[in-house]
């Protein structure tokens, strides 16, 4: 039989001989408790026209709040709790919070996150997730500077998502592997369920909004229609999955093997995706799981943002597929 291994287990085990990482462990602790509950949360998604929709009052004339704005809230304010963490930026906030309770003096560590992301598919009961990124601080002092929550992704600690699916599931890496833990609702804990997770050496899958096609760099167009063909990489078709929520686009191409396409276009020269709340701490994790993510010209990792909610352009997965395309848009 395996043994069972709860996340609380696994982070002190992985992490007990250092200050630093048990520091990230208390981190990781609270953002546990947090995707618990807005996982309770989400699983009651279709009860809110019953109970009251966003903006309306539900039965006990309480004001519903939309789900994404709820798990921003339960987001922060857990966070708000660790001593660890100085600020939060959240795709659901335009600045950053910065948090200035005395006890967050020692503070040393910035967190981004997208808290639901994929929101938009709540209403038809498609998965959704939370998406995090997290660094320390650079600078010295209690003063927290641009460069410290605007560093490029090489300089991160740890990325993770929550995935809202027919399962819920937590998955994070440090840099070195990369461990998935899946949400026993019975008992109320995330069990180690994919330890040491790595991506399939098979690129089967091919992800992207093809209703997009006629705007794109001709170039792409072309490269996509060949993935069609037994011209692809793989040496045969690769076959179409876009869910449009990128956590579980990312979990099952993380699973399966294959490539997600977010590409500029000619109306959207950046491409719709967040640097900070989704392209980077998916390319920190791809990396850990032996694939690649560039936006066309670069790893995503080397970008240096300049502002918080930024969009770049996103292709990510098996690094010979992803490095194809860049070698296609490279200018
Ligand atoms: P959101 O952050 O507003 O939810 O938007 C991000 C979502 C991603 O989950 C998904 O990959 C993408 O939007 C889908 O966009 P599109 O509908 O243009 O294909
Ligand atoms: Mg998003």
Redesign the pocket.
């Known amino acids: 039989m395996p043994p069972i291994t709860n996340l609380t287990d696994h982070l002190l085990k992985a992490h007990v001989f250092n200050q630093r990482s048990r520091e990230l462990a208390e981190i990781l602790n609270q953002i546990m408790i947090s995707a618990k509950i807005v996982s309770h949360k989400t699983n009651r998604a279709g009860l809110t026209d019953i109970l009251g929709a966003a903006g309306k009052t539900n039965v006990q004339d309480e004001e519903v709040q939309k789900l994404d704005e709820y798990a921003h809230d339960i987001f922060v304010r857990l966070l708000k709790q660790s001593p660890y963490i100085k600020a939060v930026g959240s795709?659901e906030e335009p600045d950053l919070i910065v948090f200035n309770e005395d006890y967050h003096d020692q503070a040393e560590y910035i967190m981004h996150m997208?808290p639901?992301?994929?929101?938009?598919n709540i209403d038809v009961n498609v998965s959704v997730g939370t998406i995090f990124l997290i660094y320390r601080k650079q600078s010295f002092g209690q003063n927290l500077e641009k460069s410290d929550y605007l560093q490029p992704g090489k300089n991160a600690v740890c990325a993770g998502y929550v995935l809202y699916g027919s399962s819920t599931m937590l998955v994070y890496s440090t840099g070195q592997g990369m461990h998935g833990f899946t949400l026993d609702p019975n008992i109320g804990e995330f069990l180690l369920s994919h330890e040491d997770m790595t991506l399939p050496e098979a690129s089967n899958i091919y992800s992207v909004?093809e209703s997009?096609q006629p705007k794109w760099d001709q170039a792409l167009a072309d490269h996509v229609s060949q993935m069609k063909t037994d011209q692809d990489i793989s040496g045969k078709p690769k076959t179409a999955r876009?869910i449009?929520?990128?956590?579980a686009?990312f979990h099952r191409n993380l699973l399966k093997g294959g490539i997600f396409l977010?590409p500029a276009d000619k109306k959207h020269p950046n491409g719709?995706?967040?640097l900070l709340?989704?392209g980077i701490p998916f390319a920190f994790l791809i990396k850990a799981a032996g694939g690649y993510a560039s936006d066309g010209q670069q790893d995503v990792l080397e970008i240096v943002p300049t502002e918080l909610h930024q969009r770049a352009p996103l292709f990510i997965g098996n690094k010979p597929d992803v490095k194809l395309v860049e070698k296609l848009l490279k200018k």
């Open positions: 795709e997208d639901l992301d994929g929101s938009s909004n997009y876009y449009g929520s990128l956590v686009d977010y719709k995706l967040r709340y989704e």
